[in-house]
């Protein structure tokens, strides 16, 4: 069974726009799948709707896997994580401080999250940064930081809405070089937005290409990948 399945999206906002036409997407686990358009398409939209953070005005999302489990995750909600354009880091708390705090928000001690929270750290190469602050990082580490933040829950679906568009172009080339090692190691189940077709077909496995107006879905293809795979 897909991890999520979207039957028919749509999304028409107050104004009368509508941002998404009938969109029909199965995510199955480990796929790296790109949502790929102009601005405009209804990415955004999408994720948000994915997350839960909008909802949809028909059509239907549901959750496949985990209604054959029978039961939702533990904390209620479906297991995502999402990173945003901007890193949105705590300025006044440490790196582990930052990535201790979707843990601590579960209830976790300081105590029982550090084995979690240095390996999240060690997943972006930043363990060694535990104790400092983001104004002492640079914008790429920054990005890293929220990263191993979205990873430190372990989350069933990584949400990633244009994760790298703020940073200069050789800090994006380095985190999509590490994001792809990773994904290749961890096997994390990935929807990406961008409107960078090199982003697109460099990292994902699969290509969801949008349209604007209205925000629709005009291809869904497999990408092979330019090298082997184990
Ligand atoms: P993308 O992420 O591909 O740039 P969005 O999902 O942000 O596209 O937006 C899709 C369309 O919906 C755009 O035309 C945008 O202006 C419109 N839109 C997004 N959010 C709202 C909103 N809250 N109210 C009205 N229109 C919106
Ligand atoms: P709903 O509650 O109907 O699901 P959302 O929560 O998806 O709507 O709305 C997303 C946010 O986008 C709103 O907080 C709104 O303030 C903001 N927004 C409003 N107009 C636009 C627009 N044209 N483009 C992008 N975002 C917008």
Redesign the pocket.
Same mark, same amino acid.
């Given at each position: 069974a897909p991890i999520i399945s979207l039957k028919k999206v749509s999304k028409v906002? !107050?104004?009368g =726009?509508v !941002?998404l036409k009938e969109m029909s997407l199965d995510i199955k686990r480990g796929e790296f799948v790109s949502l790929l #358009?102009p601005? #405009?398409? #209804?990415?955004? =939209? *999408?994720l948000r709707i994915i997350a839960g953070l909008s909802t949809a005005s028909s059509g239907s999302v549901t959750w496949p896997e985990e209604a054959r489990r029978g039961k939702p995750a533990e904390d209620g909600g479906h297991e995502i994580s999402f990173v945003f354009q901007e890193p949105t880091l705590m300025p006044w708390a440490t790196v582990f401080g930052n990535v201790w705090l979707p843990l601590r928000l579960k209830g976790v001690s300081k105590r029982a999250a550090r084995d979690d929270v240095i390996a999240a750290l060690e997943m972006v190469g930043l363990e060694d940064f535990a104790d400092s602050y983001p104004r002492e990082l640079s914008g790429g580490m920054k990005m890293r930081v929220s990263i191993a933040r979205a990873l430190v829950t372990k989350p069933r679906l990584l949400l990633m809405d244009e994760p790298f568009a703020a940073l200069d172009e050789i800090t994006r080339f380095k985190l999509n070089n590490d994001l792809l090692h990773l994904w290749e190691k961890f096997g994390w189940t990935v929807i990406f937005?961008t409107h960078s077709v090199f982003e697109s077909v460099y990292l994902s496995n699969r290509i969801v290409v949008?349209a *604007?107006r209205p #925000?629709r879905v005009v291809e869904d293809m497999a990408v092979d990948a330019p090298y082997p795979r184990e």
């Open positions: 906002f !107050a104004n =726009t !941002a #358009g601005s #405009g398409c #209804g990415k955004s =939209t *999408a937005v949008m *604007a #925000g």
